[in-house]
T-cell receptor, first 117, second 109 residues
Framework: NAGVMQNPRHLVRRRGQEARLRCSPM?????VYWYRQLPEEGLKFMVY????????ESGMPKERFSAEFPKEGPSILRIQQVVRGDSAAYFC???????????????FGEGSRLTVL | GQNIDQPTEMTATEGAIVQINCTYQ??????LFWYQQHAGEAPTFLSY????GLEEKGRFSSFLSRSKGYSYLLLKELQMKDSASYLC??????????FGAGTTVTVRA
């Protein structure tokens, strides 16, 4: 019974390159959330997706960042033309149904740590 | 905006009790959560409060006062493995969790 799987766990990119982070939710979960965590800061909400739909991307920068959750395959967080300020841990979480309908427990992956040189 | 405050660090002795306070000012309220996060690992769910009062789960308890915008997480009979960061989070709508910066608890022998 695998949990939320994220890869890569660590990613190093040079400024201007692209970063792609993948997240496979827990089996049976159809809701995916991406959060960013900077050192000494809390988890910051970026985007909430259901299969083939972006529900809320209010926390995601308008430029260079995009997210998808296709019908088949993992959710992808894509960062184009990375800059040093993008260096952070990116966490994916999943839930089985809309959180309003249950206690709201999110199941987190172990994160992808992006370092931009 | 959301404002969730918790102490940055706390230190306690093995076997002791530690209380981590969290105050919040959010545009809405639909539940308060506590998560535990060991360094380099995934946050894991500890507790959920939506009504005022105390929720007890083994060595961990969480308290909520909605009128005061206040919660605490109580860790009893501390063990070395409890050394971790503890994250307070508020759900202000249907799904979005806003997190505090976390409290790093260090348990000493």
């Amino acid at each position: 019974n695998a949990g939320v799987m994220q890869n890569p766990r660590h990613l190093v990119r040079r400024r201007g390159q692209e970063a792609r982070l993948r997240c496979s939710p827990m089996k049976g979960h159809s809701h995916v959330y991406w959060y960013r965590q900077l050192p000494e800061e809390g988890l910051k909400f970026m985007v909430y997706l259901q299969k083939e739909n972006i529900i809320d991307e209010s926390g995601m920068p308008k430029e260079r960042f995009s997210a998808e959750f296709p019908k088949e395959g993992p959710s992808i967080l894509r960062i184009q033309q990375v800059v040093r300020g993008d260096s952070a841990a990116y966490f994916c979480a999943s839930s089985p149904i809309n959180l309003a309908q249950n206690t709201g427990e999110l199941f987190f992956g172990e994160g992808s740590r992006l370092t931009v040189l | 905006g959301q404002n969730i405050d918790q102490p940055t660090e706390m230190t306690a002795t093995e076997g002791a009790i530690v209380q981590i306070n969290c105050t919040y000012q959010t545009s809405g309220f639909n539940g308060l959560f506590w998560y535990q996060q060991h360094a380099g690992e995934a946050p894991t769910f500890l507790s959920y409060n939506v009504l005022d009062g105390l929720e007890e789960k083994g060595r961990f308890s969480s308290f909520l006062s909605r009128s005061k915008g206040y919660s605490y997480l109580l860790l009893k009979e501390l063990q070395m493995k409890d050394s971790a960061s503890y994250l307070c989070a508020v759900r202000d709508g249907d799904y979005k969790l806003s997190f505090g910066a976390g409290t790093t608890v260090t348990v000493r022998a």
